[in-house]
């Protein structure tokens, strides 16, 4: 079973305006639109109970009705209740930009990390002296 985590998603835009977050489970990369993107949608604007290392899109609009400016934003979610921003874009191609990118977030998911433990980026605070000390200490 995979542990949630508690975060606050983002809104993004205008509330007044067309806005949505949702977690992405895959990418349909014949489709360069928004329907690439299968998920659970969320509510953004508050915290929200999503599995850790999810990766969560956040999509929103300002500016008038009638010329909508649009942003969207991919996070990948942390066992400490962070997001960690990994791509931003804006205007009408902002499904095609992000698609890659995600793409890839779902694929270094599912290859996940050796002994299926999540990799933490809070490793990088450590010198390579000492994970390797760490290695040598634990024989791997």
């Not at 007044?16 to 949608?41: C, I, L, M, Q």
């Amino acid at each position: 079973m995979i542990p949630m985590v508690a975060v606050e998603i983002p809104l993004v835009g205008d509330v007044r305006h067309k806005n949505w977050a949702k977690v992405v489970a895959g990418v349909d990369e014949t489709k360069s639109s928004g329907w690439a993107y299968d998920g659970e949608f969320i509510a953004a604007g508050g915290v929200q109970d999503v599995p850790v290392g999810s990766i969560v899109m956040v999509y929103g609009e300002k500016g008038s009705r009638a010329n909508p400016q649009m942003e969207a934003r991919v996070f990948v979610a942390n066992d400490d209740g962070t997001l960690t921003h990994e791509q931003t874009a804006t205007g009408r191609a902002w499904a095609r930009t992000l698609r890659d990118r995600v793409a890839e977030l779902l694929a270094d998911a599912a290859q996940g990390s050796p002994g299926g433990v999540a990799w933490d980026p809070g490793i990088m605070k450590y010198s390579d002296e000492a994970i390797y000390e760490e290695f040598r200490r634990r024989e791997l």
